[in-house]
């Protein structure tokens, strides 16, 4: 049943790759995308904790704050769909783990921004399922290229978002110290996973695909400021 298949399920059948069938698989993706998209996600770790109390925030600075913590969910979506997708692409179990614990650790960062968005009393994204979607079939692409073209996709993807995530951290307020705490640990976290995709074989790509996928970001970071 789908409804009771949950991620947990899933890493520990990934474990143990035998059980995995393609149902399995399936069942567990589209387990896994609507728990991104629908429920409130719950993460493993506390969210960070900010060096100081919050300052004040006037409307324009919770209105900015606002838009790029949205812009950082919707990269959290977009991991969740990728890796989901990448998990179901490759046929290598030990890959296809280092996936799905990939999309675990990015959950935690799903959920912070999601509830530092309800904090600043700004919305998610109305476009998230165009969002997943649109990554689900980036990431089965990626998985199809072959697991090196994979893992090379994964490093290149988690560089652009930790410099996009420094960026932020030179824009959000300056007293905005919960935001910042967020921010900070998920640069640190995606610095980590472009070093573990690294190490475990991940091709350089080509510089065609790296500017077609800066492109994609852009777009991507200028329509979630709004939408
Ligand atoms: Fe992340
Ligand atoms: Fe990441």
Not at 42 to 60: E, I, Q, T
Not at 169 to 191: C, F, G, N, W, Y
Request: hydrophobic fraction near 45%; charged fraction near 25%.
């Amino acid at each position: 049943m789908v409804g009771t298949f949950s991620l947990q399920t899933y890493l520990r059948r990934a474990m143990d790759p035998v059980s995995l069938t393609p149902a399995d698989r399936l069942f567990a993706g589209l387990d896994q995308a609507l728990r991104a998209l629908s429920s409130r996600p719950r993460a493993s770790r506390p969210k960070p904790v900010p060096v100081a109390p919050d300052g004040p925030l006037d409307d324009a600075d919770r209105r900015e704050a606002g838009a790029l913590m949205r812009v950082n969910h919707v990269g959290e979506i977009c991991a969740q769909a990728l890796y989901s997708a990448q998990a179901l692409a490759t046929p290598d179990p030990a890959l296809r783990r280092q996936f799905a614990q990939a999309a675990a650790e990015e959950t935690d960062h799903l959920a912070w921004t999601a509830e530092r968005l309800e904090e600043l009393g700004a919305r998610q994204s109305v476009l998230n399922p165009l969002w997943y979607l649109g990554s689900f079939g980036i990431g089965l692409v990626a998985g199809r290229l072959g697991d090196r073209a994979s893992l090379g996709f994964m490093v290149e993807t988690e560089r652009q978002v930790e410099r996009h995530l420094a960026s932020h951290l030179e824009r959000l307020p300056a007293t905005d110290h919960a935001s910042r705490a967020i921010v900070t640990q998920m640069k640190s976290d995606e610095a980590g996973h472009a070093i573990a995709a690294e190490r475990a074989g991940g091709a350089p790509l080509p510089w065609p695909a790296r500017m077609a996928m800066k492109l994609a970001g852009r777009i991507m970071t200028r329509t979630a400021h709004y939408l």
